[in-house]
T-cell receptor
Framework: GAVVSQHPSWVICKSGTSVKIECRSLDFQATTMFWYRQFPKQSLMLMATSNEGSKATYEQGVEKDKFLINHASLTLSTLTVTSAHPEDSSFYIC???????????FGEGSRLTVL | DAKTTQPTSMDCAEGRAANLPCNHSTISGNEYVYWYRQIHSQGPQYIIHGLKNNETNEMASLIITEDRKSSTLILPHATLRDTAVYYCIVRSPHGGTASKLTFGTGTRLQVTL
């Protein structure tokens, strides 16, 4: 099956620093990628939708200046958490939509801990 | 908002069939029913999807009612490794932002010995 890879799988950073998470579709082209956040014992919450070559569409309540999303190619999207604070600690998950079939595949997730 | 309702949790004995129900009474004509599962601290895993006909693959079977307002995911022989949160989602696979997956609370399936 299609593979979506996220990196890093986990990261610990100091408060005030910025952290970049990469999401790659390894064997297919993804015109659209989605970024989710999941807090402990909660469901996945959609943060934003990114289409290759255009600005991301953010869900209500998600700060676009804090969560920078770049989708520069058909196989790579990045999420940068700027000036991270402890409340940003969460499990971040990306999904990529195949250009041909429209099917969605998920990455393994990236766990961010902000001290 | 999620368009589906599922029981919060279910138990199943290992080796028995696990039947997970889902209500999606407001599903529209071009929306499919998708099932994903999430094992602790991992990304969601695709299981199966269907439009109106019943579907079967190596992981599970999907039974969709004739009026498409509800469906059931069947794991024919549950194992301990099937313990996970199962999400039922309705989605149109094509259409940019309209094709996004909106997760509800899912059903936490606990498979026991």
């Amino acid at each position: 099956g299609a593979v979506v890879s996220q990196h890093p799988s986990w990261v610990i950073c100091k408060s005030g620093t910025s952290v970049k998470i990469e999401c790659r579709s390894l064997d297919f082209q993804a015109t659209t990628m989605f970024w989710y956040r999941q807090f402990p014992k909660q469901s996945l919450m959609l943060m934003a939708t990114s289409n290759e070559g255009s600005k991301a569409t953010y869900e209500q309540g998600v700060e676009k200046d804090k969560f920078l999303i770049n989708h520069a190619s058909l196989t790579l999207s990045t999420l940068t958490v700027t000036s991270a604070h402890p409340e940003d600690s969460s499990f971040y998950i990306c999904s990529a939509q195949g250009a041909d079939t429209g099917e969605l595949f998920f990455g393994e997730g990236s766990r961010l801990t902000v001290l | 908002d999620a368009k589906t309702t599922q029981p919060t949790s279910m138990d199943c004995a290992e080796g028995r069939a696990a039947n997970l129900p889902c209500n999606h009474s407001t599903i529209s004509g071009n929306e499919y029913v998708y099932w994903y599962r999430q094992i602790h601290s991992q990304g969601p895993q695709y299981i199966i999807h269907g439009l109106k006909n019943n579907e079967t693959n190596e992981m599970a079977s999907l039974i969709i009612t004739e009026d498409r307002k509800s469906s059931t995911l069947i794991l024919p022989h549950a194992t301990l490794r099937d313990t996970a949160v199962y999400y039922c989602i309705v989605r149109s696979p094509h259409g940019g932002t309209a094709s996004k997956l909106t997760f509800g609370t899912g059903t936490r399936l606990q498979v026991t010995l």
